[in-house]
């Protein structure tokens, strides 16, 4: 194994607004009321392999995107730190971009409208000087040709693509900089199937070709189930399990995994009479006590309620983050 | 006699650019109380199918032919004032996105209790009983606190919960649903899914029920139309269709879908993309995507019925 990214107990959180009142008051140091704070992600310590694809999972809110970001370095994490090939990373070097890239979901909103495809691909090139101004037009080509689209495109401005089009644009501008690893996050959710498809073949024949490693960030659970070596499913901020794909849907630990695989539509898998998981995911703001699906749980405890489980080796390669293992 | 009977419908929308059939010749029939899935990817006419038969379509739109057949009554006749009474009670709809549906300054209960009284003479605590009761059905816990809330005020799951309840309450025989749980998490949607076969089981009520996945179909649907370029290409018993699907566009994109047994090996992907509206090809639409087609395809395929199915395909799987 040769990770290739780290990640340790990072975590980062977001302040809420608060009145001007308020704020003078507590530097005054007139309120010792303390400050009120959104845990969008919480002690992910994840270990990333070079040339894997490790699939993160969980429902909206739940800090998977604000996860990738930080892995990314677009966001700078609150605590917690990011090592790459070994290294501690700096979110604040510009060169910190050239090994990690990322894909986003919607490519109607992540293309500016007013560059034309040429300038969108060699911006971030020509800003780290990775090319020389009178290569552009060729490496352009030779990008666009590795996402499958045409030379010509070049000129074209984003408004004249469909989706798949624009996605394999954005794929194109994330490979401009040669990076090791790329972070998607939902890059092929707001796709059509027969896009998706292709899309996702895009994905896997980059991997070889570039030896690329992703991060593969989605709530479609048969989109991760096929791209995925290992997932980890994330649940109000933190990982509460995390093994090899196979793994994970064929014998799920933790009861929110079982959900959520129980939950998904799949074409094969006939959903006899079966009671998907009652209630919500609950708001960051006032997380539950303890472990965070006990409300929702059906085989909550009343440990459940006082004590957070932590994330506990239940076989090899396999964690989970759940009291029902003290039991057995 | 059908719940529903559609014949040739045809719609269009006209631009400058020229006309865009956006639906070319669909028929079907729904009989009460049974869910039919309409299948299909992005502008394939699935949404303006249901804006069709609820008499929603705009201008440029126009429904330019055909024939919609509720309980025998002939809709293209109906005027302004015979839609307002049918529409919010016997037919209702349900969109994708449920803040397009509810109003964001009124009160759960006041929207949910002015759909009860265009409809019926109700009023006072009958009334209240009755939108309660609604809010129960779809699995919203505290209801009479609920009505209280403001659309704002809930997570998505639930105010798509609150849309369904509106769309329930008087009872009607079909309820349109375009893509309604798409915008939702997936513990969410297999709740209502859940909710709403169950719903529809005890009330009798048809459900027409559209979505671009055809595995969020399948276990709701009684049968299922998959579109492609305005035309229903596939129609019959889903079970029988995801088994065996006759029209090749239909195998490609059940194809297409990830699977676990198709890890570690490239997905199937149909060549090329949907045509644009506006420059359809002769006949199949299509044909161009098509590793069967030949010369016959360039005339538009009739609608073939076989056993409980029906496609339009010169050359469907499983001859040849």
């Known amino acids: 194994m040769n990770p290739i990214l780290e990640t340790r107990n990072l975590s980062k959180s977001f302040g809420l607004k608060q009145s001007t009142v308020r704020r003078a008051a507590r530097s005054l140091g007139l309120s010792n009321q303390p400050e009120k704070k959104v845990y969008a992600v919480n002690d992910l310590s994840l270990t990333i392999n070079k040339g894997e694809v490790l699939g993160l999972v969980g429902e909206s809110g739940c800090g998977k995107s604000t996860a990738g970001r930080m892995i990314a370095g677009l966001l700078p994490p609150t605590s917690g730190e990011i090592a790459f090939e070994g290294k501690p990373v700096d979110s604040s070097q510009p060169s910190r971009h050239l090994e990690t890239q990322m894909v986003f979901q919607n490519p109607y909103a992540s293309l500016n409208p007013r560059l034309r495809v ?14 020389e101004k009178r290569d552009v037009p060729s490496f352009v080509a030779a990008l666009l040709k590795q996402v499958g689209l045409d030379a010509s495109y070049a000129s074209r401005y984003p408004h004249q693509f469909s989706g798949g089009q624009r996605q394999r644009i954005a794929i194109a501008r994330a490979l401009s900089l040669n ?3 790329v972070v998607c996050d939902e890059a092929v959710s707001a796709l059509d199937v027969s896009v998706q498809a292709q899309v996702l073949n895009l994905f896997m024949d980059l991997r070889e070709s570039k030896e690329l490693t992703y991060l593969f960030i989605s709530h479609n659970l048969a989109v991760v189930e096929y791209i995925a070596d290992r997932v980890a499913i994330m649940y109000l901020g933190r990982v509460v399990e995390l093994a090899d794909t196979q793994a994970i849907f064929t014998s799920p630990n933790h009861p929110y995994t079982q959900a959520l695989i129980a939950d998904a539509p799949r074409l094969q898998v006939k959903m006899v009479e079966h009671r998907p998981v009652q209630g919500e995911l609950p708001s960051p703001l006032n997380p539950p006590s303890g472990c965070t699906f006990h409300p929702r749980c059906p085989r909550a405890m009343p440990r459940c309620a006082t004590e957070r489980p932590m994330l506990r080796k239940v076989a090899e390669g396999h964690f989970s983050a759940c009291h029902l293992n003290d039991l057995s | 006699m059908a719940l529903l009977e559609v014949n040739n419908l045809v719609t269009e929308f006209h631009s400058r650019a020229g006309v865009a059939r956006a639906l070319d010749h669909v028929s079907f029939t729904l009989e009460a109380g049974k869910v039919l899935g309409i299948v299909g990817e992005s502008g394939s006419g699935k949404s303006v199918t249901a804006f069709s038969l609820m008499n929603l379509v705009d201008a440029p739109g126009r429904i330019a032919g055909g024939e919609i057949r509720f309980k025998g009554e002939d809709l293209q006749r109906a005027t302004a004032r015979r839609w307002s009474k049918l529409r919010g009670d016997r037919i209702a709809m349900v969109f994708q996105d449920p803040m397009m549906s509810l109003n964001p300054v009124m009160k759960i209960g006041d929207q949910l209790r002015e759909t009860v009284s265009i409809h019926q003479r109700l009023r006072g605590k009958m009334l209240d009983d009755k939108v309660c009761e609604a809010l129960r059905r779809v699995g919203i816990p ?19 919960r609150v849309a369904i ?12 649903a375009d893509e309604p749980t798409t915008a939702l998490d997936v513990t969410i949607q297999a709740q209502i899914l859940f909710e709403m076969k169950n719903l529809a089981r005890d009330s009798g009520t048809a459900l027409i029920w559209i979505s671009h996945d055809i595995s969020v179909v399948k276990d709701l649907a009684d049968e299922i139309c998959v579109m492609y370029a305005g035309r229903i290409i596939e129609r019959g018993p889903v079970d029988e269709i995801i088994a065996q699907p006759l029209h090749p566009y239909t195998k490609g994109l059940i194809d297409s879908l990830p699977q676990a047994s198709s890890r570690g090996q490239r997905l199937y992907s149909i060549p090329g993309s949907a045509p644009p509206l506006l420059s359809l090809p002769p006949g199949c639409a299509f044909a161009p995507r098509c590793s069967r087609r030949n010369a016959t395809c360039d005339t538009i395929p009739p609608v073939v019925a076989v056993g409980t199915r029906e496609h339009r395909c010169f050359y469907p799987l499983g001859t040849l």
């Open chain 2, 142 to 160: 505290a209801p009479e606190e609920r009505m209280r809330a403001y659309p704002h005020e809930l997570s998505g799951g639930m105010r798509q």
């Open chain 1, 118 to 131: 040429d300038q969108l691909i060699s911006e971030a090139a020509l800003y780290h000087k990775l090319v």
């Open chain 1, 179 to 181: 990076p090791k690893f």
């Open chain 2, 165 to 176: 309840a509106n769309a329930m309450i008087n009872d009607p025989d079909l309820i349109i």
